[in-house]
């Protein structure tokens, strides 16, 4: 049997730990949520259902449409607070998993596939292929080997390790972001490279656009001659960034402004501002916190440069979305950073993490106008090649071809199954 037809569809995405309503630039919030708002949306408009589940954490209805076609289904699953920790939210995967099995069941609707997103919902997506026999495809968007191995403080724990190459080895597919990404999981996790799709991330050009530089800064109290460091992400160590407020003596006319993290009476956040501080840069270093989508093309249309220092990056959205608003980027070179960025093209790559050297390419941008024009105009030009609407168009061709494979050949290989009924959560009992 071949689909001749493949619209329309009813998709299952699981993002299980994270919410895509939260608040970007959280603890638990930031390029997943975007990936999976802006693919839902997108495979709305070329006519799927989308339903999004996540964890009830007290703050929205059970169901919340999102846009025409896509709702996100909030089903109960621990204690229903907002700040649970994200780690904290293994032990309740099973009450998730049985809360989503009884709401399909209580709604009378049949999923012809499912999309996971994290290690976390990729754990129940392995449940749902088997129990509803449909392809599960599966994005992780880090993966725990890797940051361990990025960073000496990492310390992810083995059961993640250990559900990341389970899922690995039983998804029909799992997309990675770049080939970077794509032969870590081959390497790390044994990952069949004919079950890898490397599809990249996209950016908004309705959103993320070049704005009128004096207003945005304007808006945001800068004036027109000062220099401006733009940082966005969540305030964890992996992100690096204090490698920033380390460079800053080197940047002596330079704001760095740190747009992202819920809670800046965290201690990290206060370790940064402590740190700034101790060497005499605490009024060159604005926390803006958590700042709305939105707005920050206005954040990256100010800047004169976005920095990411980063350990690890499985892709690096805050690269392409500044791009695209027209920033140059200095960014580390690990991960999928060098996918966007070329260096001294459209922005530096740095291959070794040093404030020196950060300081150097920064003012390097900031002293040479020219440099900058170019660099802006080069940025622009490598947004533009990346849209949400063509990641689409590779996911749903990738839906559609497993959904024939499968109607073809039916249930899954003996060793697949096998993999399927091994390793399973220490609280979980499915029938």
Known sequence: MYWINPRPHRIAMISAHTS????????????????????????????????????????????????????????????????????AVWEYLPAFLH???????????????????????????????????????????????????ARAGEHEPPHRIHTERRVVATADAVVAATDHERDLLCDLYDAEPARVATIPCGVNPALFHAVNRDEARMALGFGAAEQMVLFVGRLEPLKGVDLLIDA???????TLVIAGGDDLNSGYARQLA???????VAGRVRFEGAVPQDRLPQYYGAADVCAIPSFYESFGLVALEAMACGTPVVATRVGGL???????????????????????????????????????????????????????????????????????????????????????????HIG
């Open 248 to 254: 800053l003596p080197d940047l002596p006319a330079v």
């Open 20 to 87: 895509p309503l939260g608040r970007l630039g959280g603890h638990k919030t930031g390029g997943l949520n975007v990936y999976v708002r802006e693919t839902a949306a997108e495979l709305a408009r070329r006519g799927h259902l989308v339903d999004i589940f996540t964890r009830d954490d007290g703050t929205q209805p059970e169901i919340v449409p999102f846009v025409p076609g896509v709702r996100t289904v909030h089903l109960p699953a621990g204690p229903r607070v907002p700040d649970l920790d994200k780690d």
């Open 274 to 280: 402590d740190r700034a501080r101790a060497l005499g």
């Open 99 to 149: 809360s989503l099995r009884a709401f399909r069941e209580r709604h009378g609707l049949r999923y012809d596939a499912i999309f996971s997103h994290y290690w976390m919902s990729g754990w129940a997506g392995t449940y749902l292929q088997r129990l509803w026999d449909v392809p599960h495809v599966t994005m992780f968007h880090t993966l725990g080997e890797a940051k361990n191995r």
């Open 338 to 428: 060098t996918t966007t960025v070329r260096d001294g093209h459209n922005g530096f790559l740095i291959p070794w993490r040093t404030p020196q050297a950060f300081a150097g390419r920064i003012a390097e941008i900031l002293d040479d106008g020219a440099l900058h024009g170019r660099m802006s105009a080069a940025a622009r030009a490598t947004a533009a090649r990346f849209s949400w609407s063509r990641v689409t168009d590779e996911l749903e061709d990738l839906y559609v071809r497993l959904m024939e494979t499968r109607a073809m050949q039916g249930c899954h290989g003996a060793g697949r199954a096998a993999a399927l009924a091994s390793g399973e959560h220490p609280l979980c």
